[in-house]
Every structure is written in C-alpha cells, then in structure tokens.
C-alpha cells in the first residue's frame, strides 16, 4: 500500500518569497503522483502531475515540482508566491493510471498562508 | 462541458435519517470515486467504481452504500445517518486507460449530521 507525508501543516511566506511545500511518499511500485489545490469551499484542482519521463514537472499558476526517486519526494515550489496562492495543497499518490481500486492515497494537506 | 457535477451542495440530517448524495460525470471517464475529507486528515476514499455495473470498496465503506446508474451517474447513499459521518463528500472521475488517469472533483457536498 502506498503512503504520503506532507511535512507541516501550516506554511507561512511573505508576499514575493519562494514557496516550497514538502511531500514524501512511500509506494512499492513507481508511482503516478499529483498535487492538488483546494480554495476556500471548491473541490479540488489538479496543478501539476508526475507520471513517467522529466523528473521536474510544470504545472499551473508558475508551480512546479520534481520527482526525486532516491529521496522518495515530490515537493512543490513557486518562485514567487502571490496572494491568490493562499488555499489547500493536497499531494497524492497513485499506483496506476487513474488510482485503481485504492483511489488516490492523499496527504493530510498544507494549508499556504501568503502574508502581505 | 460542466465536468463533475454533484447535488446537493449543503445538507443536514438528524441522527437516523437517509439521503442520497448524487454525482455526475460528462467526460466520459469510466472510473468514479466517492472520497470524504475531514479536517487533518486530508481525503480518504469511500468507494470506487470501475465501471458501470461494478464497484468496490475504498478505505471508509462502514455506513454507506452506492450505486453506478450508468456510466455518467454514481451516487452514495446514507441509510441511517451517524453525526460520525458529518463532512465533505467529494466525488471524482477519471480515465485509466491510456493516460496518466488524474481524477477531476466534483465541488462537494457538505454535509451536518445533528
């Protein structure tokens, strides 16, 4: 069975500061990861995902993430963190396209707060 | 295309009562979930279905049970309501076959057992 840590709970940054938000995951196969965003009372929006190939991903809204095999981590950065970056972010682990009959394996998520 | 589409936004039950949480997908997707998200402890899967006619159960089956209508409906029903069961519903789809298969939300159903 696969796993995920998001390390922190809370993250805080300035307005203009780097943005960096941990995830390690365990998985006894290789594995499809993700993160998502979660805005105050929506659903969740898909902003980058890992599958196979390039190691560092592009995703929405200037984040980015790299797989990192040895360290068994996926964290999220952005360069430059603005206000509207102030939501939920969920990383998640799939062993198969789509998740299978597990689903998706989530963090417990990490709540970014941009202070201006 | 309006994607996932779930009814109802809100509702609350007392102790007891049943109601049926409704989900839709148009994309086509063969795969559909039923997740709920509690706060810390992020989004733990209910159940799942592969496709029409067939499901199976997820990591938090107790208390519920669900039906796949045909390939764009997938519903969750509570038959006797526990407030243990107070949260956010979310449902979602995806495409396993032949692509990275990321699963698309629906905007969720919150829901208050009293």
């Known amino acids: 069975a696969q796993s995920v840590t998001q390390l922190g709970s809370h993250v805080s940054v300035s307005e203009g500061a780097l943005v960096l938000l941990r995830c390690n995951y365990s998985?006894?196969?290789?594995?499809?990861l993700f993160w998502y965003v979660q805005y105050p009372n929506q659903g969740l929006q898909l902003l980058l995902k890992?599958?196979?190939?390039?190691?560092l991903v592009k995703g929405i809204n200037g984040f980015e993430a790299e797989f990192k095999k040895s360290e068994t981590s996926f964290h999220l950065t952005k360069p430059s963190a603005h206000m509207s970056d102030a939501a939920e972010y969920f990383c998640?682990?799939?062993?198969?396209?789509?998740?299978?009959?597990?689903?998706?394996?989530f963090g417990k998520g990490t709540h970014l707060i941009i202070q201006p | 295309n309006a994607g996932v589409t779930q009814t109802p936004k809100f509702q609350v039950l007392k102790t007891g009562q049943s109601m049926t949480l409704q989900c839709a997908q148009d994309m086509n997707h063969n795969s559909m979930y039923w997740y709920r998200q509690d706060p810390g402890m992020g989004l733990r899967l209910i159940y799942y279905?592969?496709?029409?006619?067939?499901?199976d159960k997820g990591e938090v089956p107790n208390g519920y049970n669900v039906s796949r209508l045909n390939k764009r409906e997938f519903s969750l029903r509570l038959e006797s309501a526990a407030p243990s069961q107070t949260s956010v519903y979310f449902c979602?789809?995806?495409?396993?076959?032949?692509?990275?298969?990321?699963?698309?939300f629906g905007p969720g159903t919150r829901l208050t057992v009293t």
């Open positions: 998985s006894s196969v290789p594995p499809y």
């Open positions: 979602a789809s995806s495409e396993v076959r032949g692509t990275s298969g990321e699963q698309y």
């Open positions: 279905s592969a496709s029409e006619g067939t499901t």
């Open positions: 998640a682990v799939s062993v198969g396209p789509g998740g299978g009959a597990d689903g998706l394996t």
């Open positions: 890992y599958t196979t190939g390039a190691t």
